[in-house]
Structures are given as C-alpha cells and as structure tokens.
C-alpha cells in the first residue's frame, strides 16, 4: 500500500477545494492506496467555512496557511518541500484545486504507477475544455516552447511524482518559478496517461491570456541556454534568407524573438534558490482539518 499525498494551492477558492476534496474522497474509495490531502493556502483574504462532509476515504487533510501571497506555482513549490522535509510519503499528485484537474484521472495514475512505480507520471492534454481562442493560444504556446526550447511539454500541475523526484526538484531552483518546467528538465524519462481538462467547478477560469503568456515564458526560461542558442540560429538564418528584402514588416519577427530573449531572461532571475530554500518560513500556521 502506497503513501499517497495530494498537493492542492488555493486562494480564495474554497467552494471548488471542499467540492474537489468530495469528489476526490468518492474517486478513492475503491483504491487500496493511503490517500492524504494538504492544501496550501496562499494568503487567502477570504475566510475558510468549515468542512461539514464526511471524507472517509481520506486519512488526513491539511491546510498549510501562509503568511504572504507568492502565487500558483510558488505555492506547489513550497508544498513540495514542506512534504519532502515533514512528512512520510511514497508519491505526491499535485492537483489543481478548481476542477480542471479531473479526480476521475486519478485511478489511471494510481494504475499506471503500479506498473512503473518509480517513473514520473504526467497527464497529458488531450482535449481542452476552453473557448477557441485559449486553445489557440495554448497551441501557439506548445509549438514554441518546442521550436525553442526542443521539448514537449503537454502537462501541467497533474502528475504523479516518486519520492526521488520530489527530492531532486526542492533542490532544483526552477522548480521555485516553472513546475512543468523543471519537472521536464529533471524526469526525461516520463510516462503519461491521456487528460480531459475539467470544468471549473464555480466561477470562470482564472488563466488569462496574460497569465498564459507569463506561463509560457517561465517554461522556457528554464532552458535559457537552448533558447539562447536556437534564438542567435533562427536569426543568423532569416537574416541570411532576408538579405536584399529588410523592411519594417520582415523585422517584425526579429524584434519578437529579441523581446522574448529578453523577457525570458527577466523571467529567468525568479529561480531563486535562497527564497525556495527559505520558503518554509513563510508558513504562518498548518491546521488539521480531518
């Protein structure tokens, strides 16, 4: 019987997390496996209602409060180390806390790390649940985060992590700003299970284009050096092929390309590894829900 975790941020969201912890607690209940919640609760202004359903399939829940708002992906990353360092565990399953995350993917992970126990295990998108535009956009954002980048990242918070993998990734300073992408740039060697992208339970999506962009752009700052190089490449060349045709309309793409190094390189200064190394201190309380 395997120690599961699952890792949930949230901020001022606690009708979708109490809905998540009921249907994650109806999914498991014909598993075998030692299923425990900890959520993180990063700074929320909105007070927690109490949990009034009975979650009898879960050994525990907890809410790890902190004191000052450090966003999505900083909340996985301290939610990572905290487990790592206080807690006994075999795998932890990040999830998104808004439903989007389906928990009825969670017996396809729970089944397919049975049969490779010590291999990450990530759910790939294949169908999306988004307006045309989003899914345009989020193609736009795979396709160059490929071409720059030479890798394919189809996931984003739901996998399944062995222990090992959690233990090399609160040492990895990417983890701290891109948790797709330092999970991508540590685990080559991954498996996957195909993924529906839910609902939100409550409310609309929180995942602006602006929030997509700074998304996309965090993945790739992990891999500064590939883009650098693949960046100087694809210059070299169109200049080469543009020669006797430069206009304001064919710079176009190199001022793109330009502004995107540049804005990745920004981006690339929040791999902080003294304030992920230090992020524990900023947990104010941890309560014991059930």
């Not at 939610?79 to 565990?89: S, Y």
């Not at 795998?91 to 806390?97: E, F, K, V």
């Not at 999970?183 to 993924?195: E, H, M, T, W």
């Not at 997509?212 to 960046?231: D, E, M, N, Q, Y």
Request: aromatic letters at 10%; glycine letters at 4%; proline letters at 3%.
């Amino acid at each position: 019987m395997s120690k599961i975790k699952i890792l949930i941020p949230v901020y001022n969201d606690w009708q979708s997390v109490f809905k998540l912890l009921e249907n994650i607690n109806l999914e498991v209940s014909t598993l075998t496996d030692d299923f425990s919640i900890i959520i993180v609760n990063d700074a929320s202004t909105e007070n927690r209602p109490e949990l009034s359903v009975n979650l009898k399939n879960l050994k525990s829940v907890q809410v790890i409060n902190m004191r000052e708002n450090r966003g999505h992906a900083r909340c996985n990353a301290v939610g990572l180390k905290h487990t790592n360092e206080k807690e006994e565990f075999d795998y932890i399953i990040p999830m998104d806390g808004d439903g989007e995350d389906r928990p009825e993917e969670l017996s396809l992970l729970i089944e397919k790390i049975k049969n490779h126990p010590n291999t990450v295990i990530t759910a790939d998108r294949v169908k999306r649940s988004e307006g045309f535009l989003f899914k345009f956009c989020y193609l736009a954002h795979k396709y160059l985060t490929f071409f720059f980048t030479a890798q394919t990242i189809k996931y984003g918070n739901y996998t399944c992590l062995p222990k090992y993998i959690v233990s090399e990734m609160v040492n990895e300073p990417a983890t701290w700003s891109s948790f797709s992408g330092s999970l991508a740039k540590i685990a080559k060697n991954r498996n996957s299970i195909p993924s529906i992208r839910g609902k939100r339970y409550f409310g609309p999506s929180k995942m602006s284009f602006i929030n997509l962009l700074k998304h996309s752009l965090s993945i790739i700052a992990v891999f500064k050096i590939t883009l650098l190089i693949r960046s100087i490449l694809f210059l070299i060349a169109y200049l080469f092929l543009m020669i006797g045709k430069i206009s304001v309309i064919t710079l176009i793409p190199v001022v793109v390309v330009i502004i995107m190094v540049i804005s990745v390189i920004i981006l690339s200064r929040r791999e902080n590894m003294l304030e992920f190394s230090n992020s524990l201190e900023n947990i104010q309380t941890i309560d014991q829900i059930k």
